[in-house]
């Protein structure tokens, strides 16, 4: 069965880096799409990334991009968030997310805090 | 950006009610339109895609309407485990964005 299992989530001081990981299992990664997604606790969604299956085009939400740098692996079926200059405003938990034009499957999620 | 306004924002029914959710556009989607449920603690999990198609394992009790700028998520008969909340999201434009979800609850 589709799994995905977001790690490297945690605790970041303002100003610092992290780059989050997806592990997909049970499908074929190198033929989908890949997002990822955030949700600040108690909030909303908010798109942030996907990157395309072989071509590796990129595109990402105005307000993130230039801070926020996707990739993947297809050979270990890794999808990569990078994120620099971290601000308390982007303490949210990441989600990866298959994408078949709609986001069908998505991972558990990964809590980043970006705090002092 | 495509805004998404769901409404309402929360809504309160009884087992076995029929509970409806708008989703309005501000531009044309076409038929773009993505429906998530989230229970408290878990991920989303899609409901329907291209406005009406139900997504794999989904009961039959949610059925969405809609094209252009105005769709509808229906919940044909509540029942308890449909406690969650609920998002409209567009996939006709870049960036994919989110309506401000429906908390739906038991009354």
């Known amino acids: 069965q589709v799994q995905l299992l977001e790690s490297g989530g945690g605790l970041v001081k303002p100003g610092g880096s992290l780059r989050l990981s997806c592990s997909a299992s049970?499908?074929?990664?190198?033929?989908?799409?890949m997002s990822w997604i955030r949700q600040v606790p108690g909030k909303g969604l908010e798109w942030i990334s996907y990157?395309?299956?072989?071509?590796?085009?990129?595109y990402y939400t105005p307000s993130l991009k230039g801070r926020f740098t996707i990739s993947r692996d297809n050979a270990q079926n890794l999808l990569f968030l990078e994120m620099n200059d971290l601000r308390p405003e982007d303490t949210a938990v990441y989600y990866c997310a298959r994408q078949k034009r709609s986001f069908d499957y998505w991972g558990q999620g990964a809590l980043v805090t970006v705090s002092s | 950006d495509i805004q998404m306004t769901q409404f309402p924002s929360s809504l309160s029914a009884s087992v076995g009610d029929r509970v409806t959710i708008t989703c309005q556009a501000n531009?044309?989607?076409?038929?773009?339109l993505s429906w998530y449920q989230q229970k408290p603690g878990k991920a989303p999990k899609l409901l329907l895609s291209d406005a009406s198609n139900l997504g794999a394992g989904v009961p039959s009790r949610f059925s969405g309407t809609g094209s252009g700028t105005n769709f509808t998520l229906t919940i044909s008969s509540l029942q308890p485990d449909d406690i969650a909340t609920y998002y409209c999201?567009?996939?006709?434009?870049?960036?994919?964005?989110f309506g401000r979800g429906t908390k739906v609850e038991i009354k």
């Open positions: 990157i395309s299956p072989s071509d590796y085009s990129r």
């Open positions: 999201q567009q996939y006709d434009n870049i960036p994919r964005t």
């Open positions: 531009r044309d989607v076409k038929k773009y």
């Open positions: 049970g499908f074929t990664f190198s033929d989908y799409y």
